[in-house]
T-cell receptor, first 114, second 115 residues
Framework: NAGVTQTPKFQVLKTGQSMTLQCAQDMNHNSMYWYRQDPGMGLRLIYYSASEGTTDKGEVPNGYNVSRLNKREFSLRLESAAPSQTSVYFCASSEEGDGYSPLHFGNGTRLTVT | AQTVTQSQPEMSVQEAETVTLSCTYD???????LFWYKQPPSRQMILVIRQEAYKQQNATENRFSVNFQKAAKSFSLKISDSQLGDAAMYFC????????????FGKGTMLLVSP
């Protein structure tokens, strides 16, 4: 049982380049999330998808787009990468959006923008 | 908006000793859940313990227990008999219980464990 799988694990981009971070879960969860982690800032929510076909902005959505491709997959796209987007990105999923459902996390993608 | 505050950027403990990590939160809700996540150097996020606000009894998971003070909006994590493998970043997190909600994290506390 793989849980939440993120690809790639590491990526280096130049300013202005674009890329898509992929995320897939095999737990049949309804909700999926993208967080970024920066030193001293904890994890901050970028976008989330409460269910297949819906997406919503989180705390720090600027510079990002998302696609909930199907129930399993939720991708994060950087259209024109900036050094401020250097971070570790986590995808997560939960069975439901209520408080009882814990989040299950992928292992993260370390992104460096030069 | 809910906020979660971890006032200790770093804590140190010796093996076999007990350490307490602090967390406070701000909310106007009465129905919510609180979590502690552990992030070792591997970067993996691991759920350590969960507390439901309507339960007065403090949650425990083996060597990990919480001190939940609802009126004070405090949710501390106690690690007993600390082990080298406990060294990690620990995040406190909050999630509203009713309706759809997302998880709000504190900034984290780095726990160092020395032999």
């Amino acid at each position: 049982n793989a849980g939440v799988t993120q690809t790639p694990k590491f990526q280096v981009l130049k300013t202005g380049q674009s890329m898509t971070l992929q995320c897939a879960q095999d737990m049949n969860h309804n909700s999926m999330y993208w967080y970024r982690q920066d030193p001293g800032m904890g994890l901050r929510l970028i976008y989330y998808s409460a269910s297949e076909g819906t997406t919503d902005k989180g705390e720090v959505p600027n510079g990002y787009n998302v696609s909930r491709l199907n129930k399993r997959e939720f991708s994060l796209r950087l259209e024109s990468a900036a050094p401020s987007q250097t971070s570790v990105y986590f995808c997560a999923s939960s069975e439901e959006g209520d408080g009882y459902s814990p989040l299950h996390f992928g292992n993260g993608t370390r992104l460096t923008v030069t | 908006a809910q906020t979660v505050t971890q006032s200790q950027p770093e804590m140190s403990v010796q093996e076999a000793e007990t350490v307490t990590l602090s967390c406070t939160y701000d909310t106007s809700e009465s129905d919510y859940y609180l979590f502690w996540y552990k992030q070792p150097p591997s970067r993996q996020m691991i759920l350590v313990i969960r507390q439901e606000a309507y339960k007065q009894q403090n949650a425990t998971e083996n060597r990990f227990s919480v001190n939940f003070q609802k009126a004070a909006k405090s949710f501390s994590l106690k690690i007993s008999d600390s082990q080298l493998g406990d060294a990690a970043m620990y995040f406190c997190a909050y999630r509203r219980g009713s309706g759809y909600s997302t998880l709000t994290f504190g900034k984290g506390t780095m726990l160092l464990v020395s032999p």
